[in-house]
């Protein structure tokens, strides 16, 4: 792998990461399964990339994205709390109408261009080190998000919401409003994941509409390769282990588009999102295996034992 392709995968890596700790919020923390993210993620992009070519400073244009993203995640959980709509079937009607919501937004184009407009690295990066350099901005970023989730979830309201997701009846019958604490987590989430398609659109150069295409499953496998690397309870390794599953999937895909095996049996850049998806199944699949054989080699054990006795 080229440094070229090295850097570029840290720094997907990295954006996706703050996209994964909003996917855990909303899967792991609250057991709420949202696919608002695959339009939340371009929802993002848009309304950052709109501001950036209307003159915006980029933080407040990112924190303008911010803000659109939360308020699509508590639509959603609004529909889920309110008009007792089932989870995954309100988070894919606010994903279908987020389609159009972001075309408007982009005023009815599927793309808006960034060429010659300011971002976030304008200040940092130079001809010299402009590899590196987005990486550590993203970085910081990303851990900046890790550090204040691991200080909310250490408060009462963040336990209360942790509490929620683990056993809602349990903790409405201690007296905690549990759907307002839904709405509230759910804003939190899809505005990290906002957050990631506002810092996705400066480093590719313009919004695209079909940015957020997969968006849920590179996030959901981040949590899952991060949760089997690093097994935790406590939420500051929970979210370093979100984080570095996010920056090793990202690597993955980054070496197997390169691979050239890959290459000479047809698969390229196109297919980023088939090899995505293939990496993903193998993930979910190695636990299962590795469960598997566990209670095997536990019996030879025991049985090599008594052989011994």
């Keep these: 792998m080229s440094w070229i392709a090295l850097f570029g995968g840290l720094e997907s890596g990295l954006i996706y990461a703050i996209v994964a700790l909003g996917v855990y919020i909303s899967f792991r923390v609250l057991d709420f399964p949202d696919l608002t993210a695959d339009g939340s993620f371009p929802l993002g992009g848009a309304v950052c990339a709109v501001c950036l070519v209307a003159g915006w400073n980029p933080w407040l244009a990112m924190g303008l994205a911010m803000v659109a993203g939360a308020a699509a995640g508590m639509i959603t959980a609004w529909l889920h709390v309110s008009l007792k709509i089932l989870q995954l079937l309100a988070s894919i009607l606010m994903m279908t109408a987020l389609y159009s919501i972001n075309l408007h937004v982009m005023h009815n184009s599927p793309n808006v261009p960034l060429l010659g407009v300011d971002s976030i690295f304008t200040p940092f990066v130079t001809p010299d080190n402009g590899m590196w350099m987005r990486v550590l901005v993203i970085g910081m970023i990303g851990l900046l998000c890790k550090f204040l989730l691991d200080w909310f979830f250490s408060t009462e309201t963040g336990l209360a919401m942790r509490a929620t997701g ?18 509230m987590g759910m804003a939190i989430s899809n505005a990290l994941i906002a957050l990631g398609g506002a810092i996705f659109v400066q480093t590719q150069g313009g919004a695209d509409i079909s940015s957020g295409i997969g968006t849920i499953v590179i996030g959901l496998a981040a949590v899952i390769i991060g949760e089997t690397l690093i097994p935790a309870k406590r939420m500051l390794w929970i979210t370093l282990s979100v984080i570095i599953g996010a920056v090793l999937f990202r690597l993955f895909i980054q070496m197997a588009l390169g691979s050239e095996t890959l290459r000479s049996i047809g698969f390229g850049p196109q ?39």
């Design 166 to 183: 683990v056993n809602q009846r349990m903790a409405q019958a201690q007296g905690i409003n549990a759907s307002r604490l839904t709405i």
């Design 271 to 309: 297919d980023v999102n088939l090899v995505t998806a293939l990496l993903v199944v193998l993930v979910l699949v190695l636990p299962q295996i590795q469960n598997k054989l566990r209670p095997k080699r536990r019996s030879l054990g025991a049985k090599t034992l008594q052989g011994n006795h």
